[in-house]
Nanobody
Framework: QVQLVESGGGLVQPGESLRLSCAVS????????MAWYRQAPGKQRELVAS???????NYADSVKGRVTISRDGAKNSAYLRMNTLKPDDTAVYYC???????????????WGQGTQVTVSS
């Protein structure tokens, strides 16, 4: 069973930084891509950033220049470094991974349980 576990959320003041981590565990052939999404109260879940297996990155316009996504293949992990945080960044942040399954070789989509990020003075 594949599991994604996020960590690193918390309460920070505007202008501060935070680093989220996502670790993938279980049995699988490979991780195709990883991404971070967020969902604020009353809003739809939105893509924050993604990174492919060859480390091609993509960012939402709202976070470009403030956020960096990275991954560590050896640790089956992805990270989201967020700088100059704003109150609008307050949301539950979810890790997402597209993973090649062991038996079928098909790509499945998996989600973490989410980690709360609150930006407030």
């Amino acid at each position: 069973q594949v599991q994604l576990v996020e960590s690193g959320g918390g309460l920070v003041q505007p202008g501060e930084s935070l680093r989220l981590s996502c670790a993938v565990s279980g049995r699988f052939r490979a991780i195709y891509s990883m991404a971070w999404y967020r969902q604020a109260p009353g809003k739809q879940r939105e893509l924050v950033a993604s990174i492919s297996s060859v480390e091609t990155t993509n960012y939402a316009d709202s976070v470009k220049g403030r956020v960096t996504i990275s991954r560590d293949g050896a640790k089956n992990s992805a990270y989201l470094r967020m700088n100059t945080l704003k109150p609008d960044d307050t949301a539950v942040y979810y890790c997402n991974a597209k993973i090649v399954q062991v038996v079928t070789g098909e790509v499945g989509t998996y989600w973490g349980q989410g980690t709360q990020v609150t930006v407030s003075s």
